[in-house]
């Protein structure tokens, strides 16, 4: 997934194709292609693994010729990058196309279905299976936008896709489901436009709409028409654009930390591109330097950060000790560097961070180097003094985090951190083929129940509402979820100056019960996990004290919201990825008790992005 542009009009479509693909080149690929009908009504395709000006020089000038189209930049997930794998993809007849972001989570049963009834598939991706299913649905002669909606239902994940049929000229059909990242329609003069984001139609129009999860688009030369996936009409108007840039960076949000919140199921779709495959199963990453033979002369790891980011690290350490059967422990970097730390060649030492030039970090970097440690680091910033100190260098891939408060760069190193277990089990030979699958297929359902707790956004709005004017909070979890509630609680400090206290719940009768009363709040993240039983014995512990208890329960515990004062949904998810999940709607509660304070969401007082002094 990553970059789509569409294109009705009367002008050539390849050349506004090509250019609108450069202007989302930011957002990171491994392969690019275009698709146009052509006069004949024909599809010309024209694709190529690499970067886009790979493509431009192989077209060499001779660009396909027709007024419709579509382009896709791809950052691969299912299959590695390379042509046939590259968007866009074609049915059997070569007459219909279509162009994806996101993951079909249920592509591997939709592919044994439609290779049973006769579909031949010429790629690696999940992607095609979309391509084949328009196919079956149009011999059963539905009409093109019919027959699109019939298939997003069929479709299980987040997804944004723009179909084109060669038997419906000058029409694209678009759909979103879920948050895979965005489609924008733009409306020009007897032309019309589609595109992921918003930078690449402003040269075009100032004219445009957004598709809501669960709305369909369909635009030809008389403009748009717009439905719900069931077929219900949606009366969507264009509106102006804005002309800041500042403003079109923020992407319609009030902030950038809002913003940046809102789009981590994209970013990690985005963060997956390139790095798995379930056909064979296997985890790829670029910037890992190391043999299994070096891998298993290992005998622990050693996770080391700052802030968000050792946060990230105590989280890393559960997934390193239950995927690659290796010792791990997690230490801040500001206290790793000073103590004298037993490190040696046979020691895997993670360092965790979002600009990658924190001071503490790359000092307890430097004594690991002393030590003579293998080091990789988990990092966002391509080339920072962190990269260049490690070995190796997993990137976070979350682009550029404006607030500075993190919000995607933690969740992007989760899954980073994630991704590393993963590789590294499967080198010690802890996991098989088939373990690896089942770990690969749970990942790919973190863009969609990421998206599923973002829906609570306006009931954590109204509880931001109830809470602001508190002037203490608790935060209580367990096991995994310990580092989350005390992510949960850094947030609330760093935004809205409140005071907060994250702690593991089994802690709170050794201390921290003293301070329960009606004026501190206690929030407790209490999943259905194996822990359950146990966080609900802490919370009958608040309650029993006259505590107000804000609970993050698992959707349908009707057991536990009884027993709570306010209860918050998030979706069930696998047990190591749950606090990609669970930390979303902590997120939202800093920043809409924030906004409610009156604080300064993107710059918080005394506080900056890349810390550079002790």
């Not at 822990?531 to 802490?538: F, Q």
Request: hydrophobic share 40%; aromatic share 6%.
């Amino acid at each position: 997934m990553c970059g789509i542009i569409g294109y009705v009009g009367n002008r050539q479509a390849a050349p506004l194709l090509l250019e609108g693909l450069g202007r989302l080149e930011y957002r990171g690929y491994d392969s690019a292609g275009i698709a146009v009908v052509d006069p004949e009504g024909e599809v010309a395709v024209r694709k190529a693994a690499g970067k886009l000006a790979t493509l431009v020089s192989s077209l060499n000038g001779a660009f396909p010729l027709g007024t419709t189209g579509v382009g896709h930049t791809r950052w691969a997930t299912h299959g590695p990058p390379v042509t046939e794998n590259a968007h866009p993809h074609l049915d059997c007849q070569g007459r219909v196309v279509i162009v994806h972001n996101g993951i079909v989570e249920n592509y591997l049963e939709l592919k044994g279905e439609l290779a049973a009834q006769g579909h031949r598939f010429t790629s690696e991706t999940d992607s095609e299976v979309i391509a084949h299913l328009l196919e079956e649905l149009l011999r059963e002669e539905k009409s093109f936008d019919v027959a699109v909606r019939e298939t997003a239902k069929r479709l299980q994940g987040a997804q944004a896709v723009v179909a084109m049929q060669v038997d419906a000229p000058q029409q694209l059909v678009a759909f979103r489901m879920g948050n895979a990242g965005g489609i924008t329609v733009g409306y020009g003069q007897g032309e019309m436009f589609l595109a992921s984001d918003l930078p690449a139609l402003l040269p075009y129009t100032k004219q445009v709409a957004f598709l809501a999860p669960g709305e369909v688009v369909a635009i030809g030369l008389e403009g748009a028409r717009y439905w719900m996936l069931d077929g219900s009409p949606v009366d969507k108007r264009p509106h102006q654009a804005p002309y800041d840039a500042v403003a079109v960076a923020k992407g319609g949000y009030r902030h950038f930390m809002l913003k940046e919140i809102m789009e981590q199921p994209d970013t990690m779709s985005r963060a997956l591109g390139g790095r798995i495959s379930l056909e064979p199963p296997d985890v790829r990453l670029e910037g890992f330097p190391f043999s299994q033979a070096d891998v298993l002369r290992w005998n622990r790891v050693v996770l080391t950060g700052m802030g968000t980011s050792y946060h990230a690290c105590q989280v890393g350490r559960v997934m390193m000790e239950a995927l690659t059967g290796l010792p791990a422990e997690a230490d801040n970097a500001s206290e790793l560097r000073y103590r004298n730390a037993i490190l040696d060649e046979r020691t895997l030492v993670v360092s965790v961070g979002q600009s990658g030039e924190t001071v503490d970090t790359l000092g307890a970097m430097e004594e690991a180097a002393r030590a003579g440690a293998p080091q990789i680091t988990i990092c966002n910033v391509e080339g920072s003094q962190a990269t260049r100190m490690a070995h190796g260098a997993v990137l976070i891939r979350a682009g550029p985090e404006i607030g500075v408060a993190s919000t995607k760069c933690l969740t992007g190193a989760l899954l980073a951190l994630y991704l590393l277990a993963l590789a590294l089990g499967k080198l010690r030979g802890r996991l098989g083929k088939e373990q690896l699958t089942g770990f690969l297929r749970d990942v790919t359902t973190v863009p969609r129940l990421m998206g599923q707790a973002l829906e609570q956004d306006r009931h954590i709005r109204e509880l931001a509402r109830l809470f602001f004017k508190y002037d203490h909070f608790l935060y209580l979890g367990r096991g995994i979820h310990t580092p989350v509630a005390m992510e949960g609680a850094l947030k609330l400090k760093e935004v809205s100056y409140i005071h907060a206290e994250g702690y593991a719940a089994g802690e709170m009768k050794h201390g921290p019960i003293a301070l329960i009363d009606e004026r501190m709040p206690v929030l407790a993240i209490a999943p259905r996990d194996h822990l359950y039983d146990k966080m609900r014995s802490n919370v009958q512990e608040v309650k029993s004290r006259g505590g107000t208890v804000i609970a993050l329960l698992t959707e349908g515990d009707t057991e536990l919201r009884r027993q709570v004062d306010h209860a918050i949904e998030v979706p069930a998810a696998p047990l190591l990825l749950a606090p990609l999940v669970t930390v979303v709607p902590l997120q939202l509660l800093a920043y809409h008790i924030a906004v409610r304070r009156g604080c300064d969401v993107d710059q918080p007082r005394n506080l900056a992005k890349t810390v550079t002094v002790e």
